[in-house]
C-alpha cells in the first residue's frame, strides 16, 4: 500500500501577506483565468460562499495533465492569512494519486512583504511512483500562482486592499 508523501515550499513576496491571500488564495478562481489563461481556462465556485465547507471548480488548457480540479476549502484563518484544502475530484485523483490536501499560511516579512509558506501532502494510488520531476512541476505551478497574483498586486496598487 502506497503511503502519504509530502512537500514544502517557501515563496518570498514584496506584497503584503493580506493582499497576496485574498487574490492568489481566496479570489484566485476569479483571477487565475484572466493572469494565467494559458493554464486555466475558466474557474467557478460549485458549491459554498468561500467559507470553510465550500468547492471550486478550476478548468484547465491542454497545458496541465487532467482538464479540471474541484478542491475543498477545510480550514479558514483570513485574519492570520492561512486555509487548509483538499483535492476531492479530478487533478489526477483517482489515477494517480488518492488523495492531496494543501495548507496554505502568507506571513509577513520585513519591509511590508510576505513569505508564503505551502505544505502539500498527497498519497499515490497502489502501484503508482511519483517521480521527483512531478514534485518540482508541482512547486513550479504552485509558484507561478502566487507570482502572477504578486505581478497584478504590484501593476494595481490598490487591488485588493
Known amino acids: 500500500m502506497a503511503s502519504a508523501n509530502s ?35 475558466s474557474a467557478h ?5 468561500g467559507g470553510v465547507g465550500s468547492v471550486r471548480q478550476f478548468n484547465f ?17 483570513a485574519d492570520k492569512c492561512e486555509c487548509k484544502s483538499t483535492v476531492v475530484e479530478g487533478g ?5 494519486i488518492e488523495s492531496a490536501a494543501s495548507h496554505i499560511k502568507v506571513e509577513p516579512a520585513a519591509g511590508g512583504g510576505s513569505v508564503v509558506k505551502v505544505d502539500s501532502t498527497y498519497k ?10 512531478d514534485v518540482a ?7 507561478a500562482i ?12 490598490d487591488a485588493y486592499n
Open 7 to 41: 512537500w514544502t515550499l517557501e515563496i518570498a513576496s514584496p506584497v503584503a501577506a493580506p493582499r497576496l491571500f485574498r487574490a492568489a488564495v481566496m479570489d484566485w478562481h476569479t483571477l487565475a483565468p484572466k493572469l494565467a489563461s494559458h493554464v486555466v481556462a
Open 92 to 96: 489526477g485523483i483517482g489515477v494517480a
Open 137 to 143: 512541476k508541482a512547486k513550479e505551478s504552485v509558484t
Open 45 to 49: 465556485p460549485v458549491d459554498g460562499e
Open 146 to 157: 502566487f507570482k502572477a497574483a504578486e505581478a497584478f498586486l504590484v501593476a494595481n496598487p
Open 61 to 77: 488548457t491542454s497545458a496541465m495533465p487532467f482538464s479540471f480540479m474541484k478542491e475543498r476549502l477545510e480550514f479558514l484563518d
Open 124 to 133: 499515490p494510488m497502489p502501484g503508482v511512483e511519483m517521480k521527483e520531476d
